[in-house]
């Protein structure tokens, strides 16, 4: 299941031909900081995002390692997604059995998937209600099912004018529910917004006794206890990523982005770099060029060169020997090019692997320089990526 554990990569040559980008992950960083979150809320369950094959770090293997530290609720975009999980976890003792929330709804060629893995969908409309309640229930037979509500965030979610509806169903017995919830759209930056959605989502599930509720995200559960309800949903916090988070949330780094030194160089001053000679050398110039692209998901945008343009936002850097290093010129597709004229001659060697996020590159800094979120810069990560499963230190 697991790989033997690498020490962390940065600067450190790796036996064998294996010069391809990979992102090494910290089964155990990942499950404490899942600890972490639960410590937020002790009178929750804590359950964990998994959609997008764990945030694109391999779902079977995150929902093995969570579902060992005691999670027992996940969450899944897709009923596909939701059939890997299951298989994943099945081998384990699964008891009691562990739920799997598909948040994107139904549709009627789905049911056979949602039955045979024991899937529970999340119906956010009078369509996905009666698409499962016709399609999913054998006589004397009402399988269970989740609501998402809308409370302000106007993704997904059930209409206020269709909640008599949906209470009278639930009131009734003709759709069996266990699960109320609703996603918070701001709570990393609006106490205004969060605070509104929290007073509709209460209203609403007060007409909804005896079902157990959930609204918090990563985010959210940093929000305060009362935020816990019975259920959370950390996704991105567990992987890794504090967003906002306040300073003391104790998540750590899980995923290291490491690539390869292909070849070094020296360039002369005066000269160009890269596509578009976007660079122009201003000194002789050491250059490491690394086996990793925007095909990988290193997104285009953290070219060197748009350290000039944007001036208010991290350079883009990697990690190498014990320094930090600039990406110098434009990001190619599987290509890109550091600037390690600052490190003693000799030093870089090929096979060297640089950190491009990880401990000592945080992935939040690199995706604030690439003008977006941890979110993207993980699920973004390309299939060539290698993705290295390693028990790090408990
Ligand atoms: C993705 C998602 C989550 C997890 O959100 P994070 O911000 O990653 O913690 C929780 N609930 C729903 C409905 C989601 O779509």
Redesign the pocket.
Known sequence: MSEAAQPAASGLREAGPQRMPSVEIDRSALVRNWRRVAARQPNARTGA?V?CDGYGLGAAEVARALHEAGCRDF?V?WPEEGGIVRQAIEALSDTPESRIYV?QGIEPDAIELFRQERLIPVLSSRDDIAIWTEGASRPGDRPIAALQVETGMNRLGIDDQDLDFVAALVASGDLKTGLL?S?LASADESREQTGSQFRRFNEIAERFPDVERSLA???GVFCGPEFGFELT?????LYGGRGSLPDDCGIEPVATLTAAVLQIRTAKAGEAVGYGGTVRLSRPTRIATIGMGYGDGYRRALSGDHAATRPDLPTPSAFLHGHRVPILGRISMDLVLLDVSDLPEGRVQPGDRAEFFGPNVPIDEVARAAGTIA?EMLTGLGPRVYRRWSQGTN
């Open positions: 995002a959609k969450f975009a948040l919830l996603h995200n990563s985010a949903r950390p996704g991105i916090a979110y």
